[in-house]
């Protein structure tokens, strides 16, 4: 059986929200890109990795913005509950200490919701949030099943208005990573 290859497309994200399950060093690394891509990111787990923590305080400082409040798994019973429970609302990235289950993924999708990301390691969860995302038309990517996203995330070399994306359809990240910073690399060197 041939191998499904994707088109490379390029997505104006300023302003688009993005909802992120997982708050791990792959989910940093989505949100970290995201951001550089002036998407609104709501990212949710019960905790976050020192990168996404990182990024917060980032956003937190370009924008004077200081939220942060305690949310447990019983205080999204409501749309209301999950809208003014644990958000750290930090200029373009609001982050959501809580784990993802159907109620509160479903509460944090709007109408102006454009994708849904998970990076966990929880096939549960990855289920969920892809019956979620089809249900709602979302465009979807899963970290753990390549074969049921519909866009792979690239690794990206990026300079000025220059955009280069990477993917090898899932199949090789190292190659793909090693790629990106020789591009990274060379972009450096390069005058626009």
């Known amino acids: 059986m041939k191998k499904t290859t994707y088109f490379p497309l390029f997505f104006n994200l300023k302003d688009r929200q993005v909802l992120v399950i997982g708050g791990g060093a792959v989910a940093g690394r989505r949100i970290g890109v995201l951001l550089d891509f002036e998407a609104q990111v709501t990212a949710v787990a019960p905790d976050f990795d020192e990168k996404v923590l990182a990024l917060a305080e980032t956003e937190k400082s370009a924008e004077g ?17 999950s809208a003014s429970a644990d958000k750290t609302a930090v200029a373009r990235l609001t982050l959501v200490r809580a784990a993802a289950d159907e109620e509160l993924i479903r509460s944090l999708i709007s109408e102006k919701t454009f994708m849904l990301l998970t ?38 070399a990026r300079k000025e208005e220059m955009v280069i994306g990477i993917s090898s359809a899932g199949s090789s990240h190292g190659r793909v990573r090693d790629l990106a910073a020789k591009i990274r690399e060379s972009l450096a060197g390069w005058t626009l």
């Not at 990076?119 to 074969?147: H, Q």
């Open 65 to 81: 913005v200081d939220q942060l409040s305690d949310m447990t798994a019983s205080d999204h019973g409501t749309q209301e509950a």
């Open 119 to 156: 990076a966990v390691n929880d096939t549960a969860v990855n289920d969920l949030a892809e019956r979620i995302a089809r249900e709602k038309g979302l465009l979807f990517n899963r970290s753990d099943r390549p074969e049921n996203c519909d866009f792979y995330f690239p690794a990206v």
